[in-house]
């Protein structure tokens, strides 16, 4: 199947970000979009638009309020094609941590003592930590599922932890910190075989492939839309048939359709929803096809490939530099991993390194990115953690260049 190619040029133009230029003088080069990428004109002016003209709440019998309707009717129709999976499933909130708690919290009336959860090593702790309190709350047991030496999910271990009263596996599609990617399908097998939901955390995989809860066999899936160059906001998705039978936590006149709507509490960030259409029409600007989830399967290949060459190259550079080590998968096979790179720089620490290279426009992250149990495996101080550089498909073979450049710079000057 032909690989459209991105216009990297074009691409950078419709974000205003990019055109910055750092204190020094210099473009800023950003590198740290796994903590949330910059956002296309598009979507600014979606979120400014809905503000000045249709901003209101919902189901009042007025215009700007059935536009409010049409919106978020719109977005939930939007949020279906960008996973795969049908519209009554689909639940917006703040972000991710709040939403999977709500959700989290709502399946926890349905458990009793002794029932089993398993999480991995891999996870942010906003698909571990909500699993933990509930456990505490219910009388439920964790179990964790480890890693290979490489950071790859060690399947057997899954396993050898799943018996009868297994009731969940929340695992995630990609580490946001080391940039694995799980072997969802055949975690999704052993899962159900057992008997158990299949809950996953697709915040870090989002901007990098193409979600579909069908091949995925999800039963619950999370992602934030300020992963993938939209605004700040949570979305989820629900097997139609849980969604409608798990006890939701919510005020008593709130309306129950569809069924995602009843994990809404309160009035929902409205312009933000707006900006989260734009979003996905932009990234299926990237692709060709007939209908949304055609491009959207188009633009995705053409994400793959481009930055599958980006990681090449920025692997193959920092390989050069003998003092840094990449944690983790150690090319850039995109079977394997995403283009987020958790790196470890003997002797020095990562927030000085963070920052020295920000001081020349080159925005990296550092710390332990809400994955304590991975930072723990490596042996690393959680507060200390790693240097993270994170690839998007907007980022160029010349700003990699530039950021290697400097951190050989700053290595032989220690």
């Known amino acids: 199947m032909e690989v459209k190619k991105i216009d990297v040029d074009a691409v950078r133009a419709q974000f205003p970000a990019l055109q910055r230029t750092s204190v020094g003088g210099e473009a800023a080069v950003f590198f740290d979009g796994p903590g949330g990428t910059q956002v296309p004109s598009s979507v600014i002016e979606a979120m400014s638009n809905y503000l000045s003209g249709s901003n209101a709440n919902i189901e009042g019998e007025f215009e700007t309020s059935a536009t409010t309707d049409e919106v978020i009717a719109k977005a939930r129709s939007y949020g279906a094609a960008f996973v795969g999976g049908s519209s009554d499933g689909?639940?917006?909130?703040?972000?991710?941590?709040?939403?999977?708690?709500?959700?989290?919290?709502?399946?926890?009336?349905?458990?009793?003592?002794?029932d089993e959860i398993i999480t991995t090593v891999l996870d942010h702790d906003a698909n571990v930590a909500p699993w933990l309190l509930m456990a505490e709350d219910r009388g439920l047991k964790v179990r964790q599922v480890g890693v290979t030496e490489e950071l790859n999910l060690d399947l057997a271990d899954l396993e050898s932890k799943l018996s009868?009263?297994?009731?969940?596996?929340?695992?995630?599609?990609?580490?946001?910190?080391?940039?694995?990617?799980?072997?969802?399908?055949?975690?999704?097998?052993?899962?159900?075989?057992?008997?158990?939901?299949?809950?996953?955390?697709?915040?870090?995989y989002a901007p990098h492939r193409r979600i579909d809860v069908v091949a995925l066999e999800c039963d619950v899936l999370l992602c934030s839309p300020y992963k993938y160059f939209g605004p700040h906001l949570g979305m989820s998705w629900m097997r139609t048939d849980l969604a409608e039978t798990l006890p939701a936590e919510r005020v008593r006149p709130?309306?129950?359709?569809?069924?995602?709507?009843?994990?809404?509490?309160?009035?929902?960030?409205?312009?933000?929803?707006?900006?989260?259409?734009?979003?996905?029409?932009?990234?299926?600007?990237?692709?060709?096809?007939?209908?949304?989830?055609?491009?959207?399967?188009s633009a995705y290949r053409a994400i793959e490939s481009r930055e599958t060459a980006l990681a090449s190259q920025l692997i193959g550079a920092l390989r050069e530099l003998p003092t840094l080590r990449l944690t983790g998968v150690q090319g850039a096979d995109p079977s394997q991993r995403v283009g987020t790179l958790g790196l470890v720089v003997e002797g020095e620490r990562p927030a000085v390194l963070s920052r020295a290279l920000g001081a020349k426009g080159i925005y990296t992250w550092n710390g332990n990115f809400y994955a304590q149990s991975i930072v723990e495996h490596l042996g690393l101080d959680l507060e200390e953690g790693l240097l993270r550089i994170g690839l998007m498909h907007y980022n160029t073979e010349r700003e990699i260049q530039r950021c290697v450049e400097q951190l050989g710079l700053l290595l032989s000057a220690a």
């Open 90 to 114: 689909i639940s917006f909130g703040p972000n991710m941590t709040t939403l999977n708690f709500n959700l989290i919290r709502a399946l926890g009336r349905t458990l009793n003592p002794g």
């Open 164 to 204: 009868d009263r297994t009731k969940v596996v929340a695992f995630c599609l990609a580490s946001n910190a080391v940039g694995t990617l799980t072997p969802a399908t055949e975690i999704a097998k052993l899962a159900h075989n057992a008997g158990a939901l299949v809950w996953a955390d697709a915040v870090a």
């Open 254 to 297: 709130a309306g129950s359709k569809p069924p995602g709507h009843r994990f809404e509490t309160g009035t929902q960030l409205h312009e933000n929803i707006a900006g989260f259409v734009a979003a996905v029409d932009y990234l299926a600007s990237l692709g060709d096809g007939d209908d949304l989830r055609g491009r959207l399967d």
